[in-house]
């Protein structure tokens, strides 16, 4: 696996925990109404996640 593959990888994964984030919403799952505090970190996790993997993507075909 190369650098950019993993970097491509992890990107894919948070925008996927993203998503799942706010399906939590459609379900119904938890108190609040709207985005609530996990959820709130769930997202800052998924956008840290996503920046590293943007990091990664310059590196090109060298192996992770």
């Known amino acids: 696996m190369t650098k950019r593959q993993l970097g491509l990888t992890l990107m894919v994964l948070s ?36 920046l590293v993997g943007v990091s990664l993507l310059p590196l090109g075909d060298k192996p992770a």
Do not use: E, K
Request: charged fraction near 10%; charge should be negative; avoid cysteine.
């Open 15 to 50: 925008l996927l925990a993203a998503l799942g984030s706010f399906a939590n919403d459609l379900l119904g799952a938890g108190d609040f109404q709207g985005v609530g505090p996990t959820q709130r970190l769930a997202l800052l996790a998924a956008g840290a996640v996503f």
